[in-house]
């Protein structure tokens, strides 16, 4: 019993390590920790996550059918509704899976090395990372389909998917601070992700409102960047009057500038318990 | 050598804000084993806590060059949906452990908790003395200076517990431990110097006795 009872020694005496390779480290940790939590749980989740957009397409082109046979839903429909729903599923899942990333994880922040922003991050990466899976899955189930989904400006769709992931993250670490000690704001911000699913254009083409709702509307940026990766997949699609990259890449810094700002401003607050 | 620099820690409360320490210059007996007493709500959780990096003082700092472990045992940060063995894996890599000593952590650890094949099943399933095997197995497997004890675990049937003590015994031998107990005999075996925390004060005694003494004068006056 005793010799296997001496903790084992470590064969060289620990060096000091530097806080890039601390920092590195927990974030390695974390992501295979998050994949693994977030993968080997249950399969059906596993199965969801990866045939959502698909459902979604389904169902709706079979609604809108049904509804009525207009000439823009023409038989690209479920091209333009797969190039709106997929940057806008990555925001939406990046925003809401962070919000409760700190609370998720509360129990690691006994370990000296992990903080709450940790947790965020590396969950942001498994989450983008998932995204762009369901996004090829999705599109390469449509090109199977015999839909064209190869993107005519493979750049503009990386750059819109970036800054989407980024204004995602922005904005999930921002809800995530803002509704620590206010849990119920998070079934809020929950409900309001519906009506901006419709505000973004994802499932109708904006350009056939009014001018004056328009320019409202315009006030969100993943209305610009939805519009922009169509545009991006399908050159014939003239984005909506007034689209443009800036205003949703400024919105993205302002978001990230915030949330920065007021995780320092509360990162003591964050590791305890409200 | 741990030393407290004009540490002040205070808490929101409902009632305003509530002062552990206030401006507490303190530096801890180098190489002693220490026992923190005192009553309860007096900062002894609180200056674990600080000690152990999980909780930041307001103002002030917890200085240091030693490498001060998570409190020994805790089972908090284990996700349930993983299995044992990659909840051993995670932490070790956090604390820098890869390759060969990853390999050799995880093998301790499994050695230690003898709880068979549940080692490689998801954690929801352990009854809470696995769960604790599996903790107190984990802290043993590092090399650190101090060891911080919240509470002393008496967890697990006689063998176990016999193992644990006789695990923490030969890593005393090259290190020192930080302890909160509200249980004398622990405090006498383990400690060789008290610190009676009271009223935001932190009193040494190098002799236990006196400082248990102390601790149940204030605790029968209370």
């Known amino acids: 019993m005793n010799a296997n009872i001496l903790p084992p020694r470590t064969p060289e005496p620990m060096r000091r390590r530097s806080a890039w390779e601390v920092q590195r480290a927990v974030l390695f940790a974390l992501v295979l920790r998050e994949m693994k939590a977030r993968v080997g749980g249950q399969w059906i989740g596993a199965v969801w996550t990866l045939v959502e957009p698909l459902a979604h397409v389904m169902m709706l082109v079979t609604i809108l059918g049904f509804v009525r046979n207009s000439a823009h839903r023409g038989p690209d429909y479920p091209v333009f509704l797969v190039t709106g729903l997929l940057p806008f599923f990555l925001f939406r899942h990046l925003a809401t899976r962070l919000m409760d990333g700190i609370d998720a994880n509360r129990g690691l922040f006994a370990y000296r090395q992990v903080k709450p922003l940790d947790t965020l991050l590396s969950r942001a990466c498994v989450e983008a990372l998932m995204n762009l899976l369901v996004y090829a899955f999705t599109l390469a189930i449509l090109a199977w389909l015999g839909y064209s989904v190869l993107p005519a400006g493979p750049l503009e769709m990386l750059g819109v998917n970036l800054v989407m992931i980024l204004l995602g993250t922005g904005f999930g670490v921002l809800s995530a601070v803002v509704s620590h000690e206010r849990p119920r704001l998070r079934s809020f911000i929950r409900m309001t992700t519906m009506p901006l699913y419709l505000a973004s254009g994802v499932i109708f083409q904006v350009d056939l409102l009014p001018r004056e709702y328009l320019d409202w509307l315009l006030l969100n940026p993943l209305l610009h960047l939805v519009e922009l990766s169509r545009h991006a997949f399908i050159p014939a699609y003239v984005p909506a009057e007034g689209v443009n990259a800036i205003y949703p890449v400024l919105v993205t810094l302002a978001v990230g500038a915030l949330a920065m700002l007021l995780y320092r401003a509360n990162r003591l607050r964050l590791v305890t318990t409200s | ?222």
Request: aromatic share 10%; proline share 3%.
């Open chain 2, 1 to 222: 050598m741990i030393e407290l620099r004009a540490l002040t820690k205070s808490y929101r409360t409902r009632q305003g804000r509530r002062y552990v320490f206030r401006n507490l210059n303190f530096t801890f007996p180098p190489g002693s084993n220490i026992g923190l007493i005192g009553r309860n709500g007096a900062g002894k959780s609180t200056l674990l806590r600080l000690l152990g990096g999980i909780d930041q003082p307001d103002h002030g700092a917890v200085v240091t060059d030693c490498r001060i472990s998570w409190p020994v045992g805790l089972s908090g940060g284990f996700q349930t949906s993983l299995t044992a063995r990659e909840n051993v894996q995670f932490v070790c890599r956090i604390h820098g452990a890869h390759g060969e000593a990853l390999r050799s952590k995880v093998r301790f650890v499994q050695d230690f908790a003898e709880i068979g094949d549940y080692f490689d099943l998801p954690m929801r399933s352990f009854s809470s003395g696995m769960r604790s095997r599996v903790a107190f197995g984990l802290s043993m497997a590092f090399d650190f200076d101090y060891y911080l004890i919240d509470e002393v675990m008496a967890v697990g049937d006689a063998q176990f517990r016999a193992k644990s003590k006789e695990v923490m015994m030969a890593r005393l031998k090259q290190a020192n431990v930080i302890l909160t107990s509200h249980n004398m005999p622990d405090i006498r075996l383990y400690c060789n110097v008290v610190l009676h925390v009271d009223q935001g004060r932190v009193a040494v005694h190098e002799d236990i006795e006196a400082g248990i003494r102390a601790y149940q004068g204030t605790a029968s006056a209370a």
